[in-house]
């Protein structure tokens, strides 16, 4: 796709983990196919050993996160001081890697687009427009409700007690979370939000944020949940908020039967922008530890440990089975 000289510039960080190595050529090729903003370049952020099982072509620059700091070894060694207990170092760990994006790679552009390593953009998108605004994901909505656009704002959530925590004066505008494994960053307004956190805690902010999140939850805090809402309140000029319609497939990292690759190739609605297919290492532990979906529907869902597809349509959240057809006529049925 030629891109468009009169948007702004961005640059991409993709962290990584091992699970998600063998999406990353087909995360990058549709980043580079339907991004409709000037790439500067796409750095990905992983440990050193996973370097070489990615293809040469794919690899425009890698960051060891072993030189990144804080260290994975140092968040790990706070929470202990803390008294946390889960084992989810590596979650916080690559939250920070998002926020300190712009001192880790120093790029000569203003705005990071953050993207997960495990999704993939399938039709045009900007996401700085012509106006230098932030085009940001409204995502999914803090309380899961089915089949309605009606969301209220929630009185009590996980994300939105840390993040009120790390930064003062945070301010909850909307009932959407902005969690949609991808977010636009831009340099001045990460850099008013370092400068608040750190005058108020008097500590650097990856201390901070560490000491914000919530001791009890496996996913204890929400960057993007941070971010957003934060970016809207405080600059409300330079932010444009928007629905992005997607496919988000979760299942166990142990499901080998599928893969962001075969969900790309499958059929799907016109309409849809962004197609997922999240392996989690802990798929019951993250499911419990969801503030997001409704009581009842967790519980249905731990019993079974079966995929979870959600569909987002413009605020619409429909939760159902789905089906993969390919273009050879095989197909591939994610509910058994």
Known sequence: MKKNNNLPEIEVVIPVAEKDIRNIPFC??????????????????GASKLKDKLLDNYLLQWIDEETITPKLEIIESELGMLGYAHKSARWYFQQLIKFYAFRI???????????????????????????????????????WKLNTREYNMPEKHMAISTARRLVPEWTLVDAYSGMQHHMLLERNILNELFRRVEQHHLKEFWRAFIHSIDMNRWHGISEYVIYRHFAIAEFPQKIFSRHVNGIDIMTSVTNTQCSLEQVIAGHYPEDITILACHQLTDYKRSLAASDYIPESLRENLMKHLTPLALYLDAGLLRIQPVQITFKTGETLQLFP
């Open 28 to 45: 990058i090729y549709n980043l580079n196919k339907y991004c409709k903003n000037p790439i500067r370049k796409i750095i990905i952020v």
């Open 105 to 143: 790679i120093n790029p000569s552009t203003d705005y990071i687009l953050i993207h997960d390593a495990d999704v993939a953009f399938v039709k045009e998108t900007v996401f700085v427009d012509n106006e230098y605004r932030s085009l940001l994901a409204y995502g999914y909505p803090f309380h």
